[in-house]
Structure formats: structure tokens, C-alpha cells
């Protein structure tokens, strides 16, 4: 009787291995996009929820300076950058995971991305959420 060997060959492990590293070639940047995005909402979600505070705000002391902004979150620390009585400008400056954006707000509602790391497209129309300057809306 022989006995035949059981396992897998060198072969079947090294093509296991090649379509392995593509899918993660593939795959790790779309998630680090992902992760990303999802830091970037941080600021978003700040700035967006401060406007009808800002507005109370402005109703009680009629003026914007000392207006209270949200809370440094864990990538973003907010800033009242303009504050007087007729105008206010709110900045979120990205921090640790989201250094290099900053994103701002107005009394008007507008929005702008003043800064973004090296490789993005800032936008002064919106808040970028993409490498390539597309906006969150």
C-alpha cells in the first residue's frame, strides 16, 4: 500500500498568499478613506449644530464676541476665530488623525475648508470630505 501525502504544496500557498496581499492592496486604502471621512465628521457635526446657539446667543447679548463654541473633540479643536456684533466666523483645526484640515463656518451659513493635507483639494464653497475636493453636503 502507498501512502499518499496530505497538505498543500508550496505553490497553493503562494498563490493564496499573491491573491491575499492584492485584495488588501485593494481593499486598505478604500478603509483608511472610510476612516477618515468618519473623522471629518466630527468637525462637521460641531459646526453645523452651533449656528441656532450662536444665534441665541447673539439675541440675548446682542453681539457674537464670547459666544460659546462646541466642545475640542477628539480630532477638531473648535474656535471662535471672528467674533463681534454683527459677524462671527467658527473654526475647526483637525488635530491628531485629521491634521492639516481646518473647516469654518459663518454667520451667514457658509462654509469653507481653509486648509487640507498635502495631496487634498480644499474648496471655498464647502466642507471637503474627499481627496479629490468633493464636498459633504
Request: net charge negative; with cysteine.
Amino acid at each position: 500500500m502507498i501512502k499518499r501525502q496530505a497538505g498543500f504544496s508550496l505553490i497553493e500557498i503562494m498563490i493564496a498568499v499573491v491573491i491575499l496581499g492584492i485584495l488588501t492592496a485593494v481593499a486598505l486604502p478604500s478603509y483608511n478613506g472610510y476612516v477618515q471621512r468618519a473623522r471629518l465628521t466630527e468637525a462637521f457635526t460641531g459646526l453645523a449644530g452651533l449656528q441656532p446657539g450662536m444665534e441665541q446667543h447673539w439675541s440675548n447679548n446682542r453681539t457674537y464676541a464670547s459666544a460659546p463654541v462646541p466642545e475640542d473633540s477628539e480630532h477638531f479643536a473648535f474656535e471662535l476665530t471672528v467674533g463681534n456684533a454683527s459677524a462671527y466666523t467658527v473654526t475647526a483645526t483637525g488635530q491628531g488623525g485629521a491634521a492639516g484640515f481646518v473647516y469654518t463656518i459663518d454667520q451667514n451659513g457658509n462654509r469653507a475648508t481653509t486648509g487640507v493635507p498635502e495631496g487634498w483639494t480644499d474648496n471655498d464653497a464647502c466642507w471637503v470630505d474627499r481627496e479629490e475636493g468633493t464636498c459633504t453636503q
